[in-house]
């Protein structure tokens, strides 16, 4: 077995989930992770699959291409690298970094700019910008690995004195912590 990578985009609507994963039943593919999401009114999956060794990339973008365009959507297809990301995750420790304040553009930029200058990796990111100075409205959250040469304490430094600079608030807790104060 082969394993890809495919993106789907386009308007969201009902069915697009089950169309993808039909084409992928129908060529004897196995959907390995899943993860969707709907931003404003797009819809974005991104699915790693298992594909039959007999069955080529052309072949498989070709199906997608066609079962998806009555829903318009658009697929994108990547062989998966059996290299490592080089990044060890093994031993780095889980955080979770969220800000709130006015929307203004480049936020994301320098924010990521700091965390990457720590060598620190991002592993989920959720903006959230309805506009407006209310601090409320505009939230990120950033899901980071954080390895054990990390000068933690620099990191968080670092972090605060930017995000005063942008006028946000910052909370940076270990995901464990974050997790358990904000169980529903």
């Known amino acids: ?16 989930i089950a169309m993808v994963a039909k084409i992928l039943f129908a060529c004897e593919c196995n959907i390995e992770n899943v993860s969707q999401t709907i931003l404003q009114n797009e819809f974005s999956g991104i699915f790693i699959v298992s594909t039959p060794a007999d069955l080529s990339t052309g072949a498989l973008s070709s199906r997608l291409k066609e079962g998806l ?8 297809i990547k062989s998966l690298s059996t290299e490592g990301s080089g990044f060890d995750t093994t ?16 936020l994301v930029a320098r924010i990521t700019e700091v965390i990457a200058r720590h060598g620190v990796n991002v592993t989920n990111l959720q903006a959230i910008f309805k506009g407006g100075d209310n601090p409320g409205d505009n939230i990120m959250i950033y899901e980071v690995d954080v390895p054990p040469e990390t000068d933690s304490e620099k990191l968080q430094q670092d972090l605060r004195t930017k995000s005063d600079e942008l006028g946000l608030t910052i909370s940076i807790q270990h995901r464990r912590i974050f997790e358990t104060i904000n169980r529903v």
């Open 1 to 16: 077995m082969n394993k890809v990578i495919i993106s789907v985009l386009g308007p969201d609507g009902p069915g697009i």
């Open 69 to 76: 365009a009555p829903l318009r959507q658009h697929s994108f």
């Open 91 to 106: 031993s780095s420790e889980p955080f979770v970094i969220t800000t709130r304040g006015p929307d203004q553009k480049g």
